[in-house]
């Protein structure tokens, strides 16, 4: 394996090295807090309240789902094992309740399944080793391969069956809590009217006249709780981790079966892609003909924000595993649709239903006149108006690395109307959010983004350790979304800058990284203790980093790998050498002054590299890459011996 050794010194530390690494020594200490609070011993969380309904698996998995992502990263080895063990433990207090059967969702809806397995996605890709996640990767995968005995598949018509599917098979209807969808209702209220067809129902309040409210649950029930729905695409990552271990054919291929059937149903619908199909196979087949309607589609509820998401993840994962870069046109166009109908105007978050959420991400900008998009349709247009989704955007451009789609987020940035070159103080549960200002870094607009951006996630941990201090115990009995809010794990900031990735897609994505990082040490992932690292650039050709060890006394030794699934092939790599001259003689000036370096080319040739830090160094190589010219797969650690691609 080639090896590179860092020779210019660290003469003052990094402000952005230090910060980074007080962070991660923060998380450290909080997650522990967290965990002595609200799990018990064997893993699960300590709630005595209610679960009504189908809804609630996901909000238990929740707290925990960027765990494993801070152990990639460089966190203890006690991380993961806390991980794994939180896992388990939630997994037997959710079977107890009867939400799952043989460890996984009896059934509930991509949009929420989605939402707990970016969590076990975590876990395999941070120990692929470990055989018995490996096992439930591949039994959990094969729930929806056709022959499966679950019958969540149809490969005659193409589609997943119903809205609702998991390990006891396809489930009818959307929730018994919606048997009957009344005006009282008002949590619901700003998603408005699920069907808008229905005789004598057209707005909230028609909701409340005599039988209207049991005439719209059972047209739900029966319409929306049968057939295909876009959102089921998410369901392709569970087919994607699995193939991520032994690139098996039967992953694959149900992979491309499935993505080519609704690829095939946009490209009839003008190439935007519908959000419902029938039991027969047809778009359309219980809503009169037309493409949308489905549940979590683009009229109920969230539009855009569910479809969107589904779209993205389909084509991340079908682009995978057969690289073929038409397979972004099913999330590009719908992106395309929207931001087509743009308009300026002022934001009112009162008005959109994710207005709350806007609300913290554009803070005092929220005054201006800002470029709005419509996230939904019905039978009356497009409506329900927010910014446009930058998160949605950079990644589509982030995956594909091509130029129509970083103009598109170029274009839709410059005419966004809010100050977006600048780290706002918010954290969501994603979180994500802030890929905007990163992007400014990374084109050399924003020098002070490593800085800022590492303070404010210093300043969300400092946050939620307060509110775990502070919490009398109450928010454990009957809150299954106070853990979420609390979570101190921090690790969005943190992926942008040594993985070079932005979050994963929150509703069922896998995990993203352009590098990741071995401590040849301890032989396990992640930056050794002391090092840390800064993403300069990235792009199709080439990606340019900083690593930085700050340990005065001890060499750390750093294998980097290409991609996050080692499937890249990093061609050369560039970096600084010291030149003659330091440090100078003895008796020289009495100010310090900065060492003199030189570039150097070295051939790799492999998807990895050794680094190696003498004490108090630092290098900023430059990876010259061949994108995607090995298979992708789960990574363990990589020996010195072994035949590298």
Known sequence: ???????????????????????????????????????????????????????????????????????????????????????????????ERGFLIDEYER???????????????????????????????????????????????????????????????????????????????LGMKPYGLPLDDLDGIRGWDDLAAPGNADRMGQAM??????????VNLAATSLAANAWLYDNAAEFRDWIIEYVDAWRARAEANNGLIPDNVGPGGKVGELHSGHWYGGHYGWAWPHGLHSVGSAALIAASNDFLIRGDESTWNLARRPLDTVLAQGRRQHFDP??????????????????????????????????????????????????????????????????????????????????????????????????????????????????????????NGASQGDDIHWWQQVNPVATEILSQQILGAPTTLYNGGLPAARLRYWDQERKRPGLPEGVAALVRHLSNEGITCTLVNLDPVRTRRVVVQAGGWAEDRIDQVTFDTLADGWPGPVHGRSDVTEPAVEQRQRPVGANKLVIELP???????????????????????????????
């Open 350 to 471: 009162k008005a959109s239903t994710l207005g709350h959420w806007w609300e913290g991400h554009l803070g005092e900008d929220i005054q201006y006149e800002i470029e709005l998009v419509p996230y939904r349709y019905s039978a009356h247009g497009w409506f329900d108006w927010h910014p446009a989704p930058i998160h949605f955007l950079f990644w589509l451009w982030w995956n594909s690395g091509s130029d129509s789609d970083r103009l598109r987020l170029e274009q839709t940035l410059a005419r966004a109307g809010y100050r977006w070159r600048r780290v706002q103080q918010f954290r969501d549960k994603e979180e994500a959010g802030h890929e905007a200002a990163w992007y400014a870094w990374l084109r050399g607009e924003y020098p002070d983004h490593p800085r800022q951006s590492l303070l404010m996630a210093l300043g969300q941990v400092s946050q939620r350790l307060a509110l775990i201090r502070q919490d």
């Open 1 to 95: 394996m080639t090896t590179i050794s860092a020779s210019t010194p660290v003469i003052q530390p990094p402000e952005w090295a230090v910060l980074q690494r007080h962070l991660m020594a923060t998380i450290e200490a909080a997650w522990r807090e967290f965990e002595a609070k609200y799990t018990g011993l064997d893993g699960r969380l300590r709630y005595h309240g209610q679960m009504f309904g189908r809804d609630g698996v996901d909000d238990f998995y929740e707290p925990f789902f960027n765990w494993p992502t801070f152990y990639l990263l460089g966190g203890s080895d006690d991380i993961l094992a806390a991980a794994k063990r939180h896992w388990e433990g939630v997994t037997r207090q959710l079977t």
């Open 615 to 645: 004490p108090l160094t630092q290098v900023t190589p430059t990876f010259h890459l061949t994108r995607r010219a090995y298979p992708p797969r789960h990574q363990t650690y990589p020996t010195i011996s072994e035949g590298l691609r």
């Open 107 to 185: 059934g509930y809806d991509w949009f929420h399944q989605g939402e707990s397995l970016v969590f076990f996605y975590a876990l395999c890709a941070a120990d692929p080793a470990d055989p018995a996640f490996r096992e439930r990767a591949l039994r959990f995968a094969r729930l929806y391969l056709p022959g499966s005995p679950t019958g969540n598949y149809d490969p005659g018509h193409r589609i997943i069956v119903a809205p609702h599917n998991g390990s006891g098979g396809p489930r009818p209807g959307v929730g018994e809590e919606w048997e009957s969808y009344s005006a009282t209702h």
């Open 221 to 230: 029930q029966e319409r929306m709780g049968v057939g295909d729905t876009a």
